[in-house]
């Protein structure tokens, strides 16, 4: 029984919460949790798809224009500097708010800003901090900002230099330090020598496609894209249309679909009967969802759940996901409320299979801040789960993701207007959650046990809690006479521990660096000292 000075983490254990160390144990105790649970069920996908022998292959984002240019411009001479930045002004001019044109901008501010700061007096760096308080105060997640904060400390450097070879490293490390890391794990487990693949997920912008693909697990991820048909391209152009119509809507209250960062909107491309709906994300109210029983990290004196736990953004002074439609998903009034979102793929995936195996569910990038063309991984669950694998995984962010259930469940009373006929099939949507919390079930044991077997690949901090994530799973959905495991349980909520690591945001990458750490350190000493 909880006091007002104690918080519970995902894993039910009862800590301190008085004092300001007693918080900071608490988040660190939840982060660490997060990390194995989400961990597990990576290392427990990738087994799965050994033991079925289906392909396995993880890609990584294509860098932006924005990041091309800033590569290109601190590998160019004078001239060819001066080109970079008419074309950026011209990209300007086109888009004040183009995305890939504002990066860079705003790293070369950060730079100039960083020089003046280590080589000018003392008013000079008074100058620096005053600009750059100046634009924290009106963009607080500005880049500007992010990197003067984060280099101002270094001294007699060269900060394009560096900050170009640490963006440089990080993709590196991303693309093959960490599935190396992952085999080393998986290793322990089976011979698996080089069964992961990486890969580049295709570049994206407005319009371009995810595509789910029934019945193709064993099939190589390039194979799962679709050839282009009269149905397929109908469906692009309907909805491209769609979505210029709903962003030029005058009245703030009207549009319906979000086109802000890590924007998708599901279609289903039916070739017998034109399918014209749209999925658009949708965030969810998921206070009385059984699935999500942790309160979350914030909560009041009583443990009650307040500032829209699971929120995007929800620390950020902007507050980007509170604004309106369409760069947001609108207020919310209770402040008391869980909250999640709802992918348009696996949406799309449950309207597609109302109608028959001829229709394939896709995503479309939706707006110009959406550059990733590939599956989330919690999102690649569902669709395997489904039966629909993806084009392309990565390794991002899924954060505060849910597989859609009917609406009896979710409160769509979000700030979205809510398409009732979009989860009315509740017997599809239902019957695909029971297979999706068995699977992650399954995932998380197998990786748990593998994580066990693999001690000396594994975090300090983080490997006493494989064994108590195990202890959690078999405490919840312990033996029934018979069965290894209570069936009823798991199809109610053998997910339920991934969707509470879920809501504590972070990106996969950065989960895994930093439970894997002993795996990558001893990679990074082999690429060092390779002589092949």
């Keep these: 029984m909880t006091t007002p000075t104690t918080r519970i983490t995902i894993l039910g254990k009862e800590l301190d919460y008085e004092t300001n160390d007693n918080k900071q144990a608490y988040n660190k105790q939840v982060d660490l949790e997060s990390d194995v649970i989400i961990t597990s069920v990576i290392i427990g996908f990738i087994l799965t798809r050994f033991y079925q022998n289906q392909p396995c292959q993880f890609d990584i984002e294509h860098p932006t224009l924005g990041e091309e240019l800033l590569l290109e411009y601190f ?41 003046m700061y280590s080589e000018g007096d003392e008013a000079k760096q008074k100058e620096a901090e005053a600009t750059v308080a100046s634009v924290k105060k009106h963009m607080p997640t500005s880049r500007t900002v992010k990197l003067f904060e984060k280099y101002k400390n270094l001294k007699d450097i060269n900060y394009g230099e560096r900050i170009v070879e640490d963006f440089v490293k990080e993709m ?15 290793g322990c487990e089976v011979e698996i020598g080089s069964f992961i693949k990486d890969g580049q997920s295709p ?29 397929k391209a109908d469906m692009i152009k309907n909805a491209i249309a769609e979505i210029e119509i709903d962003r030029n809507k005058k009245a703030p209250d009207q549009p319906t679909i979000y086109t802000g960062r890590g924007a998708y909107t599901g279609l289903v491309d039916n070739p017998i009967s034109a399918n014209h709906k749209l999925f658009p994300t949708r965030r ?91 599956s989330c991984f919690p999102c690649s669950t569902y669709m395997y789960s489904t039966g629909f694998p993806p084009s392309s995984i990565h390794l991002g962010r899924g954060e505060s993701w ?36 068995r699977d992650i079930y399954h995932q998380m044991k197998i990786g748990l046990d593998c994580m066990l077997k693999a001690e000396k690949y594994i975090d300090n901090d983080h490997y006493p809690l494989v064994s108590d994530t195990k202890d959690r799973l078999q405490q919840l959905f312990g033996n029934d006479p018979g069965q290894p495991y209570k069936l009823k349980e798991v199809n109610a909520s053998g997910g339920g521990l991934f969707l509470d690591a879920l809501s504590n ?28």
């Excluded at 590196?172 to 998986?186: G, K, M, P, Q, R």
């Excluded at 371009?208 to 048909?229: H, M, V």
């Excluded at 990106?507 to 990558?520: D, F, G, M, V, Y």
Aim: glycine fraction near 6%; charge should be positive.
């Design 203 to 231: 570049f994206g912008s407005e319009g371009k496609l995810i595509t789910g693909k029934q019945g193709s697990a064993t099939e190589s991820a390039k194979k799962r894209n679709r050839p282009l048909t009269y149905s």
């Design 172 to 186: 590196e490390l991303n693309s093959y330090n960490l599935l190396d890391a992952l085999s080393f794990v998986v």
């Design 505 to 532: 945001h972070d990106s996969e990458i950065k989960r895994l660096t930093r439970t894997l750490k002993p795996a990558l350190d001893v990679i990074k000493v082999m690429t060092k000292h390779s002589y092949t």
């Design 284 to 374: 969810v109210n998921v206070t009385t969802y059984t699935m999500r029983k942790w309160q979350g990290k914030t909560v009041d004196s009583k443990n009650e759940p307040r500032e829209n736990w699971g929120l995007i953004g929800w620390d950020n002074p902007d507050q980007p996901n509170l604004k309106p439609l369409p760069k947001g998903f609108g207020q919310i009034n209770n402040d008391k409320i869980k909250v999640a979102y709802i992918h348009g793929m696996c949406s799309a995936i449950v309207e597609s299979s109302k109608y028959g195996p001829w229709c394939t569910p896709y995503e479309m990038a939706t707006g110009t801040e959406t550059t990733k063309m590939a």
């Design 402 to 437: 849910v597989p859609p259930h009917s609406c009896k469940v979710f409160e769509q009373k979000l700030g979205q207007p809510v398409d009732e006929s979009l989860f009315s099939q509740c017997e599809i949507a239902d019957a695909f959650q029971k297979g999706w919390n």
């Design 75 to 115: 590998s160019s001479g004078e001239d060819a500097k001066k080109q970079i930045e008419q074309k950026v002004e011209k990209l300007l001019l086109e888009n004040i708010k183009c995305v890939d044109a504002n990066f860079f901008k705003q790293s070369l501010k950060a730079i100039n800003l960083l020089t």
